[in-house]
């Protein structure tokens, strides 16, 4: 019997426990539910997943359409706008292709070790290379999509018009009012006349008047991007479409603008070598004039090419002069002025004194000094004392300026020609050139040939100034420096998309200046008549971002508007009237004095006002008013509007 009244309590209280607990989860689901109503907290959005994945089952659309999202976002479009910075970097520090080959030729020569790891990561060929196409395309889609929509959002704007005003403009950031005899009509329509000549959007809502400016904020903003995309368009189509070319020219000498006559040539992949400018020029002058004395001896002060040129086949000849970062322009290419140096004039005799070469040897400067090195080659026309022929190979090494024997190496000590001297050491047997590979001019290749020997045994060289000449031993010739000729280097370019590019490069700045000094504003003037029949002017503005000029403009507006709707004056009392004095209650108590001020008696409450009759605001003229109680107010100052002024006796 024990046993089951025991356990009997026992299924009685598991029954209780089991109803109470479920009662709690009830009420706490509730609880929770009614917090989450209440609650301003985002809700976080759960995308309905794949059975048993628990990934979201997002699909391809989605993933599409989460990516384009990422893509146009302005914080992508800035990681991408810094990431085609830091990849101009190395394009500007380590040689490019692109730029010079002898350079970068140089580098990998001097770099052993890291020149693979340049060329593994294209840093030779920085701007065509396969990463900084892909962050280039990447910010040029992320522009577009940038754009688009906000070109449609601000169309929408203009073509709408300012918002009304608000129920409470003394909320706003700038606000002032006054109270004028004006009609609230005038007043807005003198608003309207004030606005437009400041050149706001302004129209009529209602009682007020609602006003816009500074709609190039937004456009300006818009331009930016836009020429951003112009500039990127414009790099893209002039590395497309480019060609660029190097020739160095002898005075004398001249150039035809054709494949053959580059020296070096390259081109944009779409480029079609039958688009090349037909025109020549004529080197017929190359003018350099140095600082003698002083700290910046040697400093170039004239540094231009007088030319002659044609433009196509059988245009009349011109004259025209190229000097540094003033190129000349025939038919869109442009003919840059780069280098310069010197072209001993030598001649080359054989053993009976026959003239087998006289030419200009340009040589290369490798100092600002124009210190030159270089090589003389006869290829063909010589023939030995046996009369077998043979090539003839000299090294040359070239200062404008000898400072004299004895005094260091033989480097020059001024750019200018004033003691020229050439020193020579020659060769003989194979140049080479017949092998089929190709060679550099300004390097002589001695590999399979043979010293000159002098008297004692050693390599034939000597020094010559102009007029001397070198005796090759055995009988074998001669070579004799007859005088310098000077030479220069042009850059031949066409490159189609230039001037897109600094048409972008301005827009762009333009458009930046205008999206960060230019505010966008909203003023709204609101003209009712007060329960006094004086009208009320509320004036206020706001800015889409905070200014401190915008309190300013709205004082300038309400003094031009005050003109036309000046400041009501002050009524005043009427003469030999003393100001009647605030109405009381009557005392409860009949027997008690009427003077509520009489000492150790308390003072009567106020008279309440009347159920359902609105407070009356007080006037200028009210007794006991006070300048500071008054509604009306001069420009710029935030007085209490009248609609918002205690009721009489509410004080107490």
Same mark, same amino acid.
């Given at each position: 019997?024990?046993?089951?009244?025991?356990?009997?309590?026992?299924?009685?209280?598991?029954?209780?426990?089991?109803?109470?607990?479920?009662?709690?989860?009830?009420?706490?689901?509730?609880?929770?539910?009614?917090?989450?109503?209440?609650?301003?907290?985002?809700?976080?959005?759960?995308?309905?997943?794949?059975?048993?994945?628990?990934?979201?089952?997002?699909?391809?659309?989605?993933?599409?359409?989460?990516?384009?999202?990422?893509?146009?976002?302005?914080?992508?479009?800035?990681?991408?706008?810094?990431?085609?910075?830091?990849?101009?970097?190395?394009?500007?520090?380590?040689?490019?292709?692109?730029?010079?080959?002898?350079?970068?030729?140089?580098?990998?020569?001097?770099?052993?070790?890291?020149?693979?790891?340049?060329?593994?990561?294209?840093?030779?060929?920085?701007?065509?290379?396969?990463?900084?196409?892909?962050?280039?395309?990447?910010?040029?889609?992320?522009?577009? $999509?940038?754009?688009?929509?906000?070109?449609?959002?601000?169309?929408?704007?203009?073509?709408?018009?300012?918002?009304?005003?608000?129920?409470?403009?003394?909320?706003?950031?700038?606000?002032?009012?006054?109270?004028?005899?004006?009609?609230?009509?005038?007043?807005?329509?003198?608003?309207?006349?004030?606005?437009?000549?400041?050149?706001?959007?302004?129209?009529?809502?209602?009682?007020?008047?609602?006003?816009?400016?500074?709609?190039?904020?937004?456009?300006?903003?818009?331009?930016?991007?836009?020429?951003?995309?112009?500039?990127?368009?414009?790099?893209?189509?002039?590395?497309?479409?480019?060609?660029?070319?190097?020739?160095? !020219?002898?005075?004398?000498?001249?150039?035809?603008?054709?494949?053959?006559?580059?020296?070096?040539?390259?081109?944009?992949?779409?480029?079609?070598?039958?688009?090349?400018?037909?025109?020549?020029?004529?080197?017929?002058?190359?003018?350099?004039?140095?600082?003698?004395?002083?700290?910046?001896?040697?400093?170039?002060?004239?540094?231009?090419?007088?030319?002659?040129?044609?433009?196509?086949?059988?245009?009349?000849?011109?004259?025209?002069?190229?000097?540094?970062?003033?190129?000349?322009?025939?038919?869109?290419?442009? !003919?840059?002025?780069?280098?310069?140096?010197?072209?001993?004039?030598?001649?080359?005799?054989?053993?009976?004194?026959?003239? !087998?070469?006289?030419?200009?040897?340009?040589?290369?400067?490798?100092?600002?000094?124009?210190?030159?090195?270089?090589?003389?080659?006869?290829?063909?026309?010589?023939?030995?004392?046996?009369?077998?022929?043979?090539?003839?190979?000299?090294?040359?090494?070239? !200062?404008?300026?000898?400072?004299?024997?004895?005094?260091?190496?033989?480097?020059?000590?001024?750019?200018?020609?004033?003691?020229?001297?050439?020193?020579?050491?020659?060769?003989?047997?194979?140049?080479?050139?017949?092998?089929?590979?190709?060679?550099?001019?300004?390097?002589?290749?001695?590999?399979?040939?043979?010293?000159?020997?002098?008297?004692? $045994?050693?390599?034939?060289?000597?020094?010559?100034?102009?007029?001397?000449?070198?005796?090759?031993?055995?009988?074998?010739?001669?070579?004799?420096?007859?005088?310098?000729?000077?030479?220069?280097?042009?850059?031949?370019?066409?490159?189609?998309?230039?001037?897109?590019?600094?048409?972008?490069?301005?827009?762009?700045?333009?458009?930046?200046?205008?999206?960060?000094?230019?505010?966008?504003?909203?003023?709204?003037?609101?003209?009712?008549?007060?329960?006094?029949?004086?009208?009320?002017?509320?004036?206020?503005?706001?800015?889409?971002?905070?200014?401190?000029?915008?309190?300013?403009?709205?004082?300038?507006?309400?003094?031009?508007?005050?003109?036309?709707?000046?400041?009501?004056?002050?009524?005043?009392?009427?003469?030999?009237?003393?100001?009647?004095?605030?109405?009381?209650?009557?005392?409860?108590?009949?027997?008690?004095?009427?003077?509520?001020?009489?000492?150790?008696?308390?003072?009567?409450?106020?008279?309440?006002?009347?159920?359902?009759?609105?407070?009356?605001?007080?006037?200028?003229?009210?007794?006991?008013?006070?300048?500071?109680?008054?509604?009306?107010?001069?420009?710029?100052?935030?007085?209490?509007?009248?609609?918002?002024?205690?009721?009489?006796?509410?004080?107490?």
């Amino acid at each position: 019997m024990s046993k089951a009244n025991s356990s009997t309590d026992t299924g009685a209280r598991t029954d209780a426990d089991g109803t109470g607990t479920a009662a709690e989860r009830e009420q706490e689901r509730v609880d929770h539910a009614a917090g989450e109503r209440l609650s301003t907290a985002p809700r976080e959005e759960r995308p309905e997943t794949e059975s048993g994945s628990g990934v979201p089952a997002m699909g391809v659309v989605g993933w599409v359409r989460w990516f384009w999202r990422q893509l146009t976002s302005m914080r992508v479009a800035l990681i991408l706008l810094f990431l085609l910075s830091l990849g101009a970097i190395p394009g500007s520090l380590i040689p490019q292709t692109s730029v010079d080959d002898l350079k970068v030729q140089n580098f990998k020569d001097q770099h052993t070790t890291l020149s693979p790891i340049y060329e593994k990561f294209q840093l030779f060929d920085v701007y065509s290379s396969v990463w900084f196409s892909a962050i280039y395309i990447l910010l040029f889609v992320s522009l577009i $999509g940038c754009i688009v929509p906000r070109t449609g959002q601000f169309v929408g704007q203009l073509r709408s018009r300012p918002p009304g005003a608000p129920k409470r403009l003394t909320r706003l950031p700038a606000y002032t009012t006054w109270r004028t005899e004006a009609e609230p009509e005038a007043v807005r329509e003198a608003a309207l006349g004030v606005l437009g000549k400041r050149r706001f959007r302004a129209h009529a809502v209602g009682d007020a008047v609602a006003a816009e400016k500074g709609y190039l904020r937004e456009a300006g903003n818009l331009v930016f991007h836009i020429a951003l995309i112009v500039m990127l368009v414009a790099f893209a189509a002039g590395q497309l479409f480019k060609s660029e070319g190097g020739k160095l !020219v002898v005075e004398g000498d001249g150039f035809a603008n054709t494949l053959t006559q580059y020296d070096d040539f390259k081109s944009g992949s779409l480029y079609d070598s039958d688009s090349l400018a037909p025109f020549s020029f004529v080197l017929d002058d190359f003018v350099g004039t140095y600082e003698e004395s002083g700290p910046q001896r040697g400093t170039p002060r004239t540094f231009e090419a007088r030319v002659k040129y044609t433009e196509g086949a059988e245009g009349p000849e011109r004259n025209g002069v190229i000097r540094v970062n003033e190129p000349l322009v025939v038919d869109g290419t442009k !003919v840059y002025l780069i280098a310069h140096g010197y072209a001993p004039v030598v001649t080359v005799r054989d053993g009976k004194g026959k003239v !087998v070469s006289r030419n200009s040897v340009p040589l290369l400067p490798i100092d600002n000094n124009i210190t030159s090195t270089g090589a003389i080659k006869v290829m063909d026309g010589y023939r030995d004392k046996n009369g077998v022929k043979t090539q003839l190979g000299f090294k040359a090494f070239f !200062v404008p300026t000898f400072a004299g024997h004895g005094k260091g190496q033989m480097f020059s000590q001024f750019p200018g020609a004033e003691f020229p001297v050439l020193a020579l050491s020659a060769y003989r047997g194979s140049l080479g050139v017949d092998s089929g590979l190709p060679q550099n001019v300004y390097q002589l290749d001695t590999s399979k040939m043979k010293e000159f020997k002098d008297e004692d $045994g050693e390599l034939l060289k000597k020094m010559l100034r102009p007029g001397e000449k070198l005796d090759l031993a055995d009988g074998e010739g001669s070579i004799t420096f007859d005088g310098i000729e000077e030479w220069a280097s042009f850059q031949i370019s066409q490159q189609p998309g230039n001037g897109w590019a600094l048409g972008g490069a301005v827009a762009a700045i333009a458009g930046l200046a205008g999206s960060l000094f230019i505010q966008r504003r909203r003023v709204w003037v609101r003209a009712v008549r007060g329960a006094d029949g004086v009208t009320v002017v509320e004036m206020a503005g706001l800015g889409r971002s905070e200014s401190a000029k915008l309190p300013e403009e709205l004082g300038d507006l309400a003094a031009a508007l005050i003109t036309t709707a000046p400041v009501a004056p002050d009524k005043p009392d009427a003469p030999g009237k003393s100001a009647a004095p605030e109405k009381t209650d009557a005392p409860e108590n009949a027997d008690a004095p009427e003077n509520p001020d009489a000492p150790g008696k308390p003072a009567a409450p106020k008279e309440p006002d009347a159920p359902g009759k609105p407070a009356a605001p007080k006037g200028p003229d009210a007794p006991g008013t006070s300048a500071s109680d008054d509604a009306t107010n001069e420009a710029g100052s935030r007085p209490v509007h009248p609609a918002e002024a205690p009721a009489e006796g509410a004080e107490k």
